[in-house]
Structures are given as structure tokens and as C-alpha cells.
């Protein structure tokens, strides 16, 4: 495997459930990102990373719970979503902070 | 606060045409920018980047891009489009607080190809 990679692809999920996203990159980068892209609005940054140090939490609810285990891996926790929380959900990793980020294909979050 | 603005939200050229997508950035300080595109159902894929130097910068897939700081504009160009090249494009400015930047993407600017 090269680049960054997300599973699943694709996710349905009830609210009541608990899911976790998975997102692992193979590029030797230091900083991971969770972006979150809905119909019709820009990116929005959720989370940040740097040396598995957590460094920017965007105003997100606390149903949605970060957790890096190292530089290579990052794992979303997902807990009694709301439906307008079914978007794509973006991982990417940059070699340092102020670097340009390569993104992995996403997830398609439904919540139902 | 710092902006990204793509004031065009959707744009149809023919196949062999030239484009052009607008970006225009708000930011006091000299920025790193950025062109990503994605296609339907996948993450995004970087076209190119400014960091500084020469202010024409080239990228993949035929792909360039001109910095011009009087205008605050960062316009992406491809002298003649593929059918392939149908995609949601956005622009990206990275700011900095300290030793960290935030990437703020444009809200993206989507291109049909005519054949």
C-alpha cells in the first residue's frame, strides 16, 4: 500500500451505534488530519495531529473522538451520530504542520 | 480572518479549450498556496503548490498556476482541457499561528468538459 489509505469506504450507520474510522498513511509524515466534507460547504478541519500529539480540535462534538497511536495511524471513534452528520470523511497526513497534505480517499459516512 | 475565495461554482468548457479557474485569498503575510482537485467519490489529489520563488508554477497533468500578489490571486490554467480533467478543483492557502498552519480550502469550483 502507498499514499494514505481509509477504511471503510463506505459506512451506514444507526444513530444508537458505535463505529470507528480507520486511516493509516505509508508516507513517513509527521502530522495527520480528520476533515469533514459536506454537500455543498467547504472542508472543514475537525482534528490535527503532530507527532501524535493532538494540536487543533475544530469546535467538534464530542461524538466524534480522535485517537492516534502513532504517526502512521488514525483512528475516528464515532458515538450516537446525528443524521446531519452522514458526509465524506477525509484523512490526510503533511510532513510537517505548514507542509501541503495528501489525502486518502475518504469515507462515506449515511447516518441513519 | 484569513479567506479563500473561488467565486465561480461551476464552469463548462468544451474538450481542446483553454481554462481558467479563479482564486482569489485573503491573508496579510505571504502565503503558501495550493490547487487540489477531486474526482466524484474520492479524496483530493494535489495539482500543485507555491511556496515562493518564481510565481508560475507548474504541476501535474498539464496543470499551472500564477501567483500575483497585487491582485491576491492564485488562477489556475491548462491550455487545453482532456474530458479526463472533469473534476471539483479547490484552492487552498495555508495560514500560521506559531509553529502550526491550517489549510483553508476555497469551497471549490466544479468543471464539466463538453466533448
Known sequence: ETGVTQTPRHLVMGMTNKKSLKCEQHLGHNAMYWYKQSAKKPLELMFVYNFKEQTENNSVPSRFSPECPNSSHLFLHLHTLQPEDSALYLCASSPGLVDEQYFGPGTRLTVT | ?115
Request: hydrophobic fraction near 35%; aromatic fraction near 14%; charge should be positive.
Open chain 2, 1 to 115: 480572518a484569513q479567506s479563500v475565495t473561488q467565486p465561480d461554482i461551476h464552469i463548462t468548457v468544451s474538450e481542446g479549450a483553454s481554462l481558467e479557474l479563479r482564486c482569489n485569498y485573503s491573508y496579510g503575510a505571504t502565503p503558501y498556496l495550493f490547487w487540489y482537485v477531486q474526482s466524484p467519490g474520492q479524496g483530493l489529489q494535489l495539482l500543485l503548490k507555491y511556496f515562493s520563488g518564481d510565481t508560475l508554477v507548474q504541476g501535474i497533468k498539464g496543470f499551472e498556476a500564477e501567483f500575483k500578489r497585487s491582485q491576491s490571486s492564485f488562477n489556475l490554467r491548462k491550455p487545453s482541457v482532456h474530458w479526463s480533467d472533469a473534476a471539483e478543483y479547490f484552492c487552498a492557502v495555508v495560514t500560521y499561528g506559531g509553529s502550526q498552519g491550517n489549510l483553508i480550502f476555497g469551497k471549490g469550483t466544479k468543471l464539466s468538459v463538453k466533448p
